[in-house]
């Protein structure tokens, strides 16, 4: 894996695995950037089963908002990285009331100029019926919109299902 990959897919589609699998196949340690926050139980299992299948060598940093600030960071480290996933952090991001055009824009900004390999997860979220709701059908759109404006930009974009890479660049 070299420069910027993009994996996307469906929930339980393999992304996570597969990312973890391009990232690793490089020389460590690697820089893992999770986005998720633990809002229950369930989710806080979750969170807990992935750091303890984590392979030795891998550095955690947990920043739900801030994607931008954590990647320059784990750039200045010079070592290979992986977002997972897009998806949380654009949830974060509206939920804490903040501009998505002006936050996208600077994760677009930042993203060409970066020196280590970047492997960014996003759950394709628009392949069902349209939401019932407004915030469900922006989220999706915004969701939309941010895969196709990395996508242009990437090396190379997977789409994961089943557990298979289909690779679209
Ligand atoms: N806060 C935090 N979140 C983590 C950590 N490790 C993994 N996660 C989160 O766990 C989420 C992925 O887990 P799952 O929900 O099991 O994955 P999935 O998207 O349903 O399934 P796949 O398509 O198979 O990847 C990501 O959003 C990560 O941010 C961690 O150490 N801390």
């Known amino acids: ?44 299992d979750r969170i807990r089963l992935h750091q303890g299948g984590r392979a030795d060598g891998w550095v955690t940093v947990e920043e739900p908002l801030d994607l931008v600030a954590a990647l320059s960071r ?4 010079g070592r290979p ?7 949380l952090w654009l949830t974060n991001i509206i939920l804490a009331g903040r501009e998505v055009e002006g936050e996208t824009a600077r994760l677009l900004d930042l993203l060409p ?13 628009g392949l069902g019926i349209v939401p019932d709701n407004r915030l469900s059908r922006l989220f999706r759109d915004h969701a939309g919109r941010l895969h196709q ?21």
């Open 81 to 87: 990285v992986l977002v997972d996933c897009l998806t």
């Open 74 to 77: 784990a750039n200045a480290t």
């Open 1 to 44: 894996m070299k420069g910027l990959t993009l994996i996307l897919g469906g929930a339980r589609s393999g992304k996570s695995r597969k990312a973890e699998e391009l990232v690793t196949a490089l020389p460590g340690p690697w820089v893992y950037i999770a986005t998720a926050q633990a809002f229950d139980a369930e989710m806080q």
């Open 149 to 169: 404006d990395i996508a242009r930009i990437a090396d190379k974009v997977l789409f994961m299902a089943a557990g298979l890479p289909m690779q679209l660049k």
């Open 113 to 125: 100029g970066l020196t280590v390999p970047v492997a960014l997860v996003g759950n394709e979220v």
